[in-house]
């Protein structure tokens, strides 16, 4: 039997736990990225009731450019693929002298 199908047959066999394992701090921070996205809501309320639609726009935007940069950044990477990561393929294809 391969890992795969044991792993298959303890989860449908029920032999695996879940384990309680949230402790006082992981609570803390969940409760504090609440507070934090609450206070970002109603004050994003009042720049669109000043600004009107040009806040609602300016706020696509950069969401549309939030979104673009990972997958503009990855098919960077990907275009320079050597062993050794980005940096060493950058330099590599540059011809940057080492410093």
């Not at 039997?1 to 949230?22: D, K, P, V």
């Not at 609450?38 to 939030?66: D, E, H, N, Y």
Request: aromatic residues 4%; charged residues 10%.
């Amino acid at each position: 039997m391969t890992h795969i199908a044991e792993a298959i047959a303890t989860e449908l066999s029920g032999g695996t736990e879940l384990s309680r394992s949230l402790r006082s701090r992981h609570v803390s921070m969940i409760a504090i990225g609440g507070i934090i996205g609450a206070g970002l809501f109603v004050g994003s309320s009042t720049a669109i009731k000043t600004a009107g639609p040009a806040a609602i726009a300016a706020m696509v935007a950069i969401m549309v450019c939030m979104g673009l940069t990972p997958d503009l950044a990855s098919q960077l990477w990907m275009s320079l693929l050597v062993a050794g990561g980005f940096a060493v393929a950058f330099v590599l294809r540059r011809g940057i002298p080492a410093a």
